[in-house]
């Protein structure tokens, strides 16, 4: 492949991951019972969830979560009795405030960049 496809494909890429981080960067954090994102991205790990929805909660085996999971009170209510395949996480294994680490984790993740701006995706 030419340099210049190679850029054609990578700047939009990066221009559209440079707006996606701005934007997050300027909303603020809800402040009301706000979790820790850094300690939600640990325990994210530890416990398992990335097995299934990916690390960045993107989907896999399993649907996307984030950047826009479901609204806290959902949330901790899904984990803790989910309907269908997924395993339960019971307040024994995690609090409701690590839950709302998770959450906030899931949250502080980027938007992917819009197909629209990915040449090669084009028809
Ligand atoms: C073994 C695989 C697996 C693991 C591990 C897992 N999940 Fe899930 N999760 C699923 C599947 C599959 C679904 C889709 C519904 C279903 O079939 O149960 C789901 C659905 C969800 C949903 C609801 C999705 C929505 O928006 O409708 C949330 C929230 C969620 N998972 C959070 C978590 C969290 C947080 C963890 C870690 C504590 C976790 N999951 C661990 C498989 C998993």
């Not at 707006?19 to 300027?26: K, L, N, P, R």
Request: hydrophobic share 40%.
């Amino acid at each position: 492949m030419k340099t210049w496809m190679l850029m054609l494909l990578v700047v939009p890429v990066l221009a559209a991951a440079g707006a996606a981080a701005q934007t997050s960067a300027q909303t603020p954090a809800p402040t009301t019972l706000a979790g820790d994102a850094a300690a939600g991205k640990k325990l994210f790990v530890s416990l398992g969830c990335w097995t299934c929805h990916g690390y960045e909660g993107q989907g896999g085996a399993a649907p996307r979560i984030a950047p826009r999971p479901l609204a806290r009170a959902a949330f901790t209510a899904y984990v803790r009795r989910p309907p269908q395949r997924m395993p339960n996480y019971p307040d024994s294994v995690v609090s409701d405030e690590q839950l709302g680490h998770i959450h906030a984790y899931l949250q502080s993740r980027p938007m992917p960049p819009p197909v629209k701006s990915i040449p090669l995706l084009q028809p």
